[in-house]
């Protein structure tokens, strides 16, 4: 894997510093600058969830409109999101949130440095610093892309975590994720009940070229496939490079339907392989973040999420496939996976031909 790599690996003494040294910074940035996110910080919903859990309450009744923290919608996360963040919650919301993000932020910057600096612009980009303010998931899940150790993170976020579990599928991750939501289900059974309640129009529907809209909180989840009139379909491309894993993981991201804002498309920034691609992604995250100036804002909240999508493919998908595609198609698969893949894509060019 680092073989792609110009840098030397670093020594992991030099490697734990620097993960620290930008825990450090993300931490304070997530403590100053959290507080005054719009409508509040994300993660302020599972902070008092995760209180209540913690007091043998149910947290799907004590977070939504009118409830004891008031949230635009309902918490549509499953339980194992709560309970990951139970470690959390006895802080302050500003402190809980600082720890939070400086251990995600920590973890992702030592998981990066395995293989060199190349990729650390991304610290510099509109994406980290939004997932940061908002007290997002997406450092320690694209952590535990990199961190088989971590795959048990999955389960907090399984629609969003499926496309970092291709990235380096391993039974570790899969057992680890299994294993908590178990435990998890064992401590409070009836989770499953209140979490479909909570969660029905909330979670799209797996059609990548529709939009599903919130019952509540009226926000639109997208493929990314589906924007730009069908040119998102392009991103399907990356198939071709399947052998290699930030080509999986992109096709898997391509198909997944998302909340189109500019802190979602973290895991890209797994895909440059040198400081100049991530410096391009970087800068264009914040191309990203200023087209609602360039653009102007439409009126539909759903209409914003649908330009923002157009946006964010453009920007960010379609440069990381670049980089993608002009990769060859090489990697280390397991022997009947590589087998079968072989078969279907015979298969589909038999087909594309008939």
Known sequence: MTAEYSERQPSAPVRLLTAGGIALSFAMLA????????????????WFGAREFAAGRNPYLATGPGRAFEWPGALFYPVTAVALVVPFAWLPLNAAMALFIGLGTGLFAYGLSESGWARFPVFLSAVALFAAVRGQWSFIIAAGAMIPALGFVFSAKPTSSFAAFTYRPSW?????????????????????????????????????????TFAIGSFAYYAPVSRLDGLGYLLLLAGTRWRRPEAR??????????TMLVYEPLLLYLIPRRMGESAVLSLLSWAVWMSPIVLGLPHAKTDILAQSGDVIVALQYFPALTMVLQRPNQGTVPKRLDALASRMAAWAWRRLQS
Not at 172 to 199: C, D, K, Q
Not at 249 to 257: I, R
């Open 249 to 258: 993981m992109l096709f898997a991201m391509a198909l997944s339907p998302v």
């Open 31 to 46: 403590w100053w600058f959290g507080p005054h996110a719009a409508s509040g910080p994300d993660f302020g919903q599972l």
């Open 172 to 212: 570790i991750a899969f057992t680890g994720s299994v294993a908590l939501t178990f435990a998890v289900t064992l401590a409070w059974p009836g989770w499953i009940p209140f979490w479909r309640v909570a969660a029905k129009g909330a979670v799209p529907v797996f059609t990548p070229w529709h939009a599903n």
